[in-house]
């Protein structure tokens, strides 16, 4: 089964759409994150969020948006896209609240914008 | 959150060789984490290991924190060719966020 797991694996749209990207996860974690990592391979976190607090790292443009139906599941929606959007964005989660668990990473949507 | 930097940022070495691969942070510590991540993958969970450690091993894999010096060390023993991945550690200082921070890594090849 898989722990963590993101559709679409792939995304290619064009500027100025609006999409959305699905993450799950079965692990029963409380706290679920999205990443983004730009070409370089930086891994930069873009949210953090349990069922009490949702933490926005200060530089993710207000065009991203992470909504959570659910415990299981944190879709990040981003309005609006620009080219510099492109990368690839990972879904994770952990147990509890804290960074004192590891992160389960899901495999990754890698996003293009044209 | 902290980010750790990972030294080298490149490192090749033959199969059945070992490697090493070195973090540094800049302020205390709660515990340190080291991921794994092959190309196109997500990252992998490898070893977390707390402030009152200095060692911990798993399978291959040793990992040393000296907290005098803010810095720890990953150490894959007999290293096979599935090795081939980067390695990020994350320095977490427990102050509230529980977000890591992630370097841009290790990236370590090796030669079957």
């Known amino acids: 089964d898989t722990a963590v797991s993101q559709t679409p694996k792939y995304l290619v749209t064009q500027m100025g759409n609006d999409k959305s990207i699905k993450c799950e996860q079965n692990?029963?974690?409380?706290?679920m994150y999205w990443y983004k990592q730009d070409s370089k391979k930086f891994l930069k976190i873009m949210f953090s969020?349990?069922?009490?607090?949702?933490?926005i790292n200060e530089t993710v443009p207000n065009r991203f948006s992470p909504k959570s139906p659910d415990k299981a599941h944190l879709n990040l929606h981003i309005n609006s896209l620009e080219l510099g959007d492109s990368a690839v964005y990972f879904c994770?989660?952990?147990?509890?609240?804290?960074?004192?668990?590891?992160?389960?990473f899901g495999p990754g949507t890698r996003l293009t914008v044209t | 959150s902290q980010q750790g930097e990972e030294d080298p940022q490149a490192l090749s070495i033959q199969e059945g060789e070992n490697a090493t691969m070195n973090c540094s942070y800049k302020?205390?510590?709660?515990?340190l984490q080291w991921y794994r991540q092959n190309s196109g993958r997500g990252l992998v969970h490898l070893i977390l290991?707390?402030?009152?450690?200095r060692e911990k091993h798993s399978g291959r894999l040793r990992v040393t924190l000296d907290t005098s010096k803010k810095s720890s060390s990953l150490l894959i023993t007999a290293s096979r060719a599935a090795d081939t991945a980067s390695y990020f550690c994350?320095?977490?200082?427990?102050?509230?966020?529980?977000?890591?921070?992630f370097g841009k890594g290790t990236k370590l090849s090796v030669i079957p």
């Open positions: 994770a989660s952990s147990q509890g609240g804290t960074a004192v668990y590891e992160q389960y």
């Open positions: 692990l029963g974690h409380d706290t």
């Open positions: 969020y349990n069922n009490k607090e949702l933490i």
């Open positions: 302020t205390s510590i709660n515990n």
């Open positions: 290991i707390r402030s009152n450690e």
């Open positions: 994350a320095p977490y200082s427990g102050a509230g966020s529980y977000q890591l921070t």
